[in-house]
């Protein structure tokens, strides 16, 4: 479980928490990508004064994306750091957004959610199967990678004409 325990943390100031999140966990299912290996987190809560919890540590783990251009599964790792800070909301500064807020009589703090945001954020959003990819024909939907388009040049908007005059050259 990804979770730190208060009370464990009062005594001993530093915890470490180990945990991952297995690729068929409904976690991350609306996202634009899915997981193809697990995500193990290696993580440190520390107490820094008597107010605030710093959570600092790695995420690594596999993802599955679609290319951008040709919609071939790219797959992806993932190694990124994470910092988190949470502060008692009796603390908290109206306008910190860097802040994760937590109520004065928690005997916990569940990491999972603030965890799921950190690696979407890492996430790119879009990716690509290499750099020269030619993508999908417009016309066709062939992929331009793999064959060559064969829908004909009849019926296309003749506005691009000067572009594909161009590409021609």
Avoid: Y
Avoid at 19 to 46: K, W, Y
């Amino acid at each position: 479980m990804l979770r730190v325990d208060f009370s464990d943390l009062e005594r001993r100031q530093t915890v470490e928490v180990e945990g991952r999140i297995e690729p068929d966990e409904q976690s991350f299912t609306d996202c634009s990508f899915v997981l193809s290996r697990p995500f193990e987190f290696v993580l440190t809560a520390s107490w820094v004064g008597s107010d605030q919890v710093v959570v600092r540590g790695t995420c690594r783990g596999g993802v599955r994306q679609d290319c951008r251009r040709c919609l071939q599964p790219v797959e992806r790792l993932v190694d990124t750091d994470i910092t988190l800070v949470f502060v008692l909301d009796d603390s908290l500064e109206d306008g910190d957004g860097d802040t994760i807020g937590i109520d004065s009589g928690a005997r916990e703090i569940d990491l999972g959610p603030h965890l799921r945001d950190e690696v979407i954020f890492a996430i790119p959003s879009f990716v690509e199967c290499r750099a020269d990819c030619k993508g999908l024909c417009a016309g066709c939907g062939e992929d331009l990678n793999s064959a060559e388009c064969t829908c004909s040049l009849r019926g296309m908007d003749p506005r691009w004409d000067a572009l594909r005059a161009l590409q021609n050259k």
